[in-house]
Nanobody
């Protein structure tokens, strides 16, 4: 069964940047929708961004203009560049994937079948 592994989390000061990576275990994922979600303590899982194989991207309102998602189909990876980080961005960030998702459902966590284990991002001075 396919696996996703996140990396790149850590502690960063407000206003700083971090780049998260998601590596898939097999080439099947090269055609999948790849997404990122986050979950802070006591809060629901929140949609951050997703990207289709053709490069179409979608963003959550809270990160639009600050975060950028990309993918390398040849390497079966997805990356999330996070700029202008704020304390409220502190959360566990999860990579997710699915074979196909219609646009109206792309922001719903239930639409994604595969999930990584998560990586902690802490924004604090």
């Amino acid at each position: 069964q396919g696996q996703l592994v996140e990396s790149g989390g850590g502690l960063v000061q407000p206003g700083g940047s971090l780049r998260l990576s998601c590596a898939a275990s097999d080439r099947t994922f090269s055609g999948y929708v790849m997404g990122w979600f986050r979950q802070a303590p006591g809060k629901e899982r929140e949609f951050i961004a997703s990207i289709r194989r053709n490069g179409d991207t979608y963003y959550g309102d809270s990160v639009k203009g600050r975060f950028s998602i990309s993918r390398e189909n040849a390497k079966i990876t997805s990356e999330l560049q996070m700029n202008s980080l704020k304390p409220e961005d502190t959360a566990v960030y999860y990579c997710a994937a699915a074979a196909y998702i219609i646009v109206s459902q792309i922001r719903r966590s239930e639409s994604y079948k595969y999930w990584g284990q998560g990586t902690q991002v802490t924004v604090s001075s």
